[in-house]
């Protein structure tokens, strides 16, 4: 086993940063594999207690033997002729529906094979998404409403089995057509998202269950999260373009971006690049790189470039 040595001097917080992203990967499984395990333990409890939403996302995680769950590219921009248009997502955005944009996230991640379908109770939904009371009329009419959304949006086709509604993906470009497998032109969406959250403070430890990162991300960090994955390490994105490449404006990104660097998920470099027409001939960029659960990694499909 190889000795990492990084020396501290003044800079702890940077060197502490840099011990971390070396041993990124290792962290991932084991922080996983912890919650998985602390989740399974508790669901196998004998005491009758209900399960929790953590245990019940973790049972969607657990059914796939992934650790990320595929989306085509498209869902987030497509090409037409040689000009960028929006993909589905911007629709979630001027809707503000996080709570469909996570209900789909979650059918993504269990439908995991052919025939690409899931079938739950609505109340298992509801405690899914955290939703409060989900054996409720109100938090079972909510996940009915998202559902119907959905399949205004042409992702999913609804169907019956016995008295229970089933969904079936369709293809993330909204098209209507019928789902496969992506084969390229798609992201991995890490089930850190569902599994993980940012390590509590000394005083949270104990009180109640720390919050993960889907309970926590707004919409705006939701999108640049994914948007980010669809990029590569240190990408360009100038926020006023957004309506043009991803139909979504540049007060969302800036408060998606924003967001994921307070929750440290997101690290943003500034860089300094001739301009002819400024004022002092240059102007600066930012530059940005998900951080842990959602650094870059190499993928099949996925996009060496800032996406236009």
Known sequence: MALIVVPLGHHRGTAITEIRSLLSPLWYVVRRETNRYAGTMQSRSQDGSPATTHETVDAFADSTSRDAFPLRRTFIQQKQQSNSIPGPLAGFVSARDRTALLLYFLALTKASKEPWDV??????????????????????????????????????VRTRRNRLAEFTLLCEDGSGDPYTRPGSGFINTPHALWTEGPTPNQEEEG???????????????????????????????????????????????????????????????????????????????NLYTLKPPFEPRERRGSSTGAAQ
């Open 207 to 285: 009180t109640r269950p720390p919050k993960r990162w889907f309970e926590l991300l707004t919409l705006p960090e939701l999108v640049f999260l994914i948007i980010g994955l669809s990029n590569h390490k240190g990408f360009s994105l100038p926020l006023e373009r957004g309506p043009d490449y991803y139909g979504i404006s540049a007060d969302t990104l800036y408060r998606g971006s924003t967001g994921l660097r307070r929750h440290e998920l997101l690290d943003i470099q500034k860089h300094r690049i001739t301009a002819p027409l400024a004022p002092e001939g240059f102007t600066y960029e």
């Open 119 to 156: 079938s739950h109770h609505s109340a298992v939904w509801a405690r899914a998404l955290g939703l409060p009371d989900p054996t409720g009329l109100v938090a079972r009419g909510r996940v009915s409403k998202a559902w119907t959304r959905l399949v205004d949006r042409k992702l999913l």
